[in-house]
């Protein structure tokens, strides 16, 4: 089989190249490693930028996006248990972020690819890419038992964090940056009625906790853990319990508690893999970058990259410009790295690390700064919103 674009991974990253380009007309197949069934299944992200809907809006997938989603102009930063509330169209000109979570955006981009019979494989186990260095790059897979053989002329490596695309580079070509954080995030999704109106970072003596929703009707709260918690330690009562004492009182009494319908612990990563183009091979998303989830940044920088991997893929096929995938690696890294600054900022200041009073007392001196000074709030503000692209 022949393909102009073999995309590897049936996450956000690589539904939303695979729609784009079926739109342009570029013939592309996507290899997915799990059922439908699972991929629609998992519970991640939930806040996504302008330019993120934009993107989904250029996809033709946001119908239910647009009567659904929530819009927030404000988030809020929580210390003492005490909210302060910073506006965003009022920093931005009018710029907002739209609750509406990564499950949804997976399963209308879904939709719209399986409306359209495009190729998409799941199941698809030993995915291999070859010769991306060369003018001939292929792609094997084994379906039911059979090896397939995909020929194209470009590879785009949407295959998250564990891929296999990151890992068939040599070492030599790549350098990784790496921080780990000391702390886990216990979240749990539960069918009730939202503490407050717009997302809620809290630092608090106990650790910190995310106030968060996916519809009117429907929380996603979070608490800081121990790295190496188990998921097994926690009923639904002692979350509840836990989290209400995060919670500035006058929201400790507004909370409603209902049954989890999930719930499971993610570590905390911040992770950088330079270049993000090895010859005919193009990383994006997870594949390329992690960021920890303070900020809501992971799915909405695999948007930008996706907005970046397009352009330079049509000025590549349809242009024959091979500068075009030059510019892929120096576009996309720009923002990630302005990102990976905000979500490591934002988890330094909201979490606690250790009980140095010292390093406290900096961050209630920096959220005091942030939160009173025009500038400081222009730039939560700006961040939160999403970097112009
Ligand atoms: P994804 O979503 O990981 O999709 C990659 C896809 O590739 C498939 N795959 C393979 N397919 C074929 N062959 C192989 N060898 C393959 N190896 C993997 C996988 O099955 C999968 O379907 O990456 P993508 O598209 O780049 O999207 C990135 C976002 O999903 C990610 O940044 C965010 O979800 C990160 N993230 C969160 N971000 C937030 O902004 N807010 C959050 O609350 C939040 N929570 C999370 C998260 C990520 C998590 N994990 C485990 C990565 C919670 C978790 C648990
Ligand atoms: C979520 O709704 O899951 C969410 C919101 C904000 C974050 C992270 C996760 O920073």
């Known amino acids: 089989m022949r393909k102009q674009v073999v995309i590897v991974g049936a996450g956000p990253s690589g539904l939303l190249l695979g ?3 079926d739109l342009a007309g570029i013939d592309n197949i996507v290899l997915e490693r799990q059922t439908q069934d699972y991929v629609l299944a998992r519970i991640r992200a ?31 930063l929580a210390f003492d248990y005490k909210s302060i509330a910073i506006g965003l169209s009022e920093h931005t000109n009018g710029k907002v972020v739209t609750a509406y979570g990564q499950t949804e955006v997976t399963r209308d981009l879904c ?10 494989v799941y199941e698809a186990s030993n995915v291999e890419i070859n010769d991306f260095d060369g003018d001939s790059p292929y792609v094997t897979y084994v379906k039911d038992g059979t090896t397939h053989r995909v020929d194209c002329d470009l590879i785009a490596g949407c295959d998250g964090y564990h891929g296999v695309c990151r890992q068939s580079v040599p070492l030599s070509a790549i350098t990784t ?3 780990i954080y000391p702390f886990g995030w216990l979240g749990l999704l539960s069918d009730t009625k939202p503490v407050a109106k717009e997302v809620v970072y809290a630092n608090t003596a106990r650790g910190f906790a995310l106030c968060s929703m996916r519809s009117m009707t429907r929380s996603r709260y979070y608490i800081q853990c121990d790295v190496d918690d188990k998921v097994e330690n926690w009923s639904d009562d002692a979350f509840w319990d836990e989290f209400r004492l995060r919670l500035p009182p006058e929201m400790a009494e507004a909370l409603e508690t209902g049954p989890s319908i999930e719930k499971s612990i993610a570590p905390l990563r911040s992770f950088v893999a330079e270049p993000m183009r090895f010859g005919r091979l193009m990383l994006a998303g997870d594949a390329a970058h992690v960021v920890p989830p303070t900020g809501a940044k992971g799915l909405n920088l695999a948007a930008s990259d996706i907005h ?3 352009d330079a893929i049509l000025g590549f096929l349809e242009d024959h410009d091979a500068a075009a995938l030059d510019e892929y690696s120096r576009r996309a890294l720009d923002r990630v790295w302005k990102t990976e600054r905000f979500s490591w900022w934002l988890t330094n200041l909201t979490h606690r690390f250790n009980d140095d009073p010292f390093e406290q007392r900096m961050k209630e001196a920096e959220l005091a700064y942030v939160t009173t000074s025009d500038a400081g709030r222009q730039m939560v503000a700006e961040n939160y919103v999403g970097l112009p692209l």
């Not at 809006?57 to 647009?66: E, K, M, V």
């Not at 939709?111 to 998409?120: F, I, L, N, P, Q």
């Open 177 to 179: 940056y790496e921080k």
């Open 19 to 21: 729609r784009l380009l």
């Open 111 to 120: 939709d719209v690819r399986d409306a359209e019979g495009s190729a998409t």
């Open 308 to 310: 970046y991997m397009y």
């Open 46 to 76: 939930g806040i996504l930028e302008q330019t993120t809907v934009d993107l989904i809006h250029r996809a033709g997938a946001d119908t239910r996006l647009n009567a659904e989603g929530i819009r927030h102009h404000a988030m809020h």
